[in-house]
């Protein structure tokens, strides 16, 4: 099931549930991981692409290892903010995926994650070509993870249900 914002993926985790990141690649996944409190992401693993069937076997494995509820899945949109073909693919992939595996998915937008991530691996941790190759897409899959992360808890309010019900109870008294 797609979802269509932080909060409705929130919503279909189970308590204690971790989220998945993914930034798809056309011949590896990086695979980024949240902590149970859904504050910070790790980059986790590196799937080289091979067979769909293998690579959902490879996720299915952390998906169960890890308890995982949910996933967000980069989607790489123009600059412009349209949708191209790196975005279709994503498509189809979320679609072949929901075959293999039901859980909730979010699709948040990925536009430079790789740039970024890739510009802070040569600039600040003067990483070789090569060593950048290893990590890049794992690494972009925690940037993307960790965007969606932070918009959900500065979009959540804790108290947000005990403010209605003080609302209501204000609404009375008039």
Not at 11 to 24: I, N, T
Not at 83 to 106: N, Q, S, T, W
């Amino acid at each position: 099931m797609i979802c269509n914002d932080t909060q409705e993926l929130l919503r279909f985790l189970p308590p204690a549930a971790r989220v998945l990141g993914l930034d798809l690649g056309t011949k590896t996944i990086g695979v980024a991981l949240s902590d149970v409190g859904l504050q910070i992401a790790s980059p986790y693993e590196l799937i080289s692409r091979k067979k769909f069937s293998r690579d959902m076997a490879q996720l299915s494995s952390m998906i169960d290892k890890q308890n995982v509820g949910g996933i967000i899945i980069g989607f790489p949109r123009e600059l412009d903010g349209s949708i191209g073909k790196a975005c279709h693919r994503v498509y189809a992939f979320i679609d072949e995926m929901e075959k293999y595996i039901d859980l909730p998915v979010l699709m948040w937008d990925e536009r430079l994650s790789t740039n970024a991530v890739e510009r802070v691996l040569i600039d600040e941790v003067d990483m070789t070509r090569k060593r950048r190759a290893e990590v890049v897409d794992k690494t972009a899959a925690a940037y993307i993870l960790q965007g969606a992360l932070d918009h959900m808890n500065r979009h959540t309010d804790p108290g947000e249900n005990a403010e209605a019900d003080h609302d209501d109870i204000e609404g009375e008294e008039d």
